[in-house]
């Protein structure tokens, strides 16, 4: 056993979905650079194309991270309490008590919807255990939500 794997959970990882989604949004906040420096090298100067070398790798390295962070997000129900794993290099591993639950709540952008997944995000009523599931599956998320919800009633009423 571990502290960031224990031996007794069983882990519901993140939706692959969840990469070409996240992948968008880096092109969306690359390309445009990118697009600029390939100006500036055809019309100005030359020497852009190294800045824009330097941009494509920055993009490819912070893609490479996108996947592997994507594929570490997962989380586990246990009878007590969720748990919520995270990160490669800075791991973390948050536990939250079903009684310690406020609320629950789904959302979906655009593109998550495009792609069939939504973030589920647990409120409690300490800031900083507040955890957030991304890529669950849009048919999934309603019925996770409602789980917990019902989770966290049955543990306050016996408080």
């Not at 794997?5 to 969306?28: C, F, H, K, M, Y």
């Not at 009684?99 to 069939?116: H, T």
Request: proline share 6%; with cysteine.
């Amino acid at each position: 056993m571990t502290w960031f794997n224990p031996d007794d959970v069983e882990w519901t990882p993140a939706s692959r979905q969840l990469i070409p989604a996240r992948l968008i949004v880096l092109g969306v906040v690359m390309l445009p650079p990118v697009v600029v420096t390939v100006i500036l090298a055809v019309a100005v100067w030359n020497g852009f194309w190294w800045f824009t070398a330097g941009l494509v790798i920055i993009a490819a390295w912070c893609a490479w991270i996108s996947v592997r962070l994507v594929l570490a997000h997962g989380w586990a129900e246990r009878e007590d309490d969720l748990l919520v794993k995270r990160g490669r290099l800075w791991r973390s591993v948050t536990v939250v008590p079903y009684g310690r639950m406020q609320y629950v709540e789904v959302a979906s952008g655009p593109l998550a919807r495009a792609f069939g997944i939504a973030t589920v995000q647990l409120h409690t009523a300490s800031p900083g255990t507040d955890a957030s599931l991304s890529g669950v599956p849009a048919d999934d998320a309603a019925r996770l939500r409602d789980r917990l919800t019902s989770r966290g009633e049955a543990r306050l009423a016996g408080l």
